[in-house]
């Protein structure tokens, strides 16, 4: 068997099957309980300091 139909074959079979069970794993851990307040948290970072610059102390953090 050539080295392509091997690579191929292995691609169309367990390759495909591995690749989806990685996607649903990572919706699954996207969409956990709880997951929601640490991206909203990430998402509000430009903002945190929007009223004054952040001070020394604050730009540590």
Request: glycine fraction near 4%; charged fraction near 30%.
């Amino acid at each position: 068997m050539e080295t392509y139909s091997l690579l191929r074959e292995f691609a169309d079979s367990w390759m495909l099957l591995f690749l989806f069970a990685f996607f649903i794993g990572i919706i699954l851990w996207v969409f956990r309980p709880g997951a929601s307040k640490e991206y909203r948290e990430t998402a509000d970072i430009p903002f945190r300091h929007q009223d004054k610059p952040a001070t020394d102390e604050e730009a540590r953090t």
